[in-house]
């Protein structure tokens, strides 16, 4: 089994940046993947980054790119989400989700809040 938890989350204002921590814990191994997600108040969940865990395949969503960095400390079991130049949009609840491997299994963190003022 798997678990993850997120941190790092908090206030910031415009122009500012923040990193987020995705700790994974259990069965490593079956780890496929690595995605941060993000839902801001009265819209879908979104996509932001993701990182496989084999290769090291990087992806961003084009609303990021450029901005954000996906990245994974695997002495910790972590993979970190590196928010530079954020924009009040940025605001939301962000997840980390880890795809498992020969399954269709997603395991979702908690969350974490990410304000981003004017």
């Known amino acids: 089994q798997v678990r993850l938890v997120e941190s790092g989350g908090g206030l910031v204002q415009a122009g500012g940046s923040l990193r987020l921590s995705c700790a994974a814990s259990?069965?490593?191994?079956?780890?496929?993947?690595t995605g941060w997600h993000r839902r801001a108040p009265g819209k879908a969940r979104e996509w932001v980054a993701g990182?496989?865990?084999?290769?090291?395949?990087?992806s961003y969503a084009a609303s990021v790119k450029g901005r954000f960095t996906i990245s994974r400390d695997n002495s910790k079991n972590t993979v970190l989400l590196q928010m530079n130049s954020l924009k009040p949009e940025d605001t939301a609840v962000y997840y980390c989700?880890?795809?498992?491997?020969?399954?269709?299994?997603?395991?979702w963190g908690q969350g974490t809040q990410v304000t981003v003022s004017s």
């Open positions: 989700a880890a795809d498992l491997q020969g399954s269709h299994r997603r395991i």
């Open positions: 259990g069965s490593i191994s079956s780890i496929y993947s």
């Open positions: 990182i496989v865990s084999g290769d090291g395949t990087i």
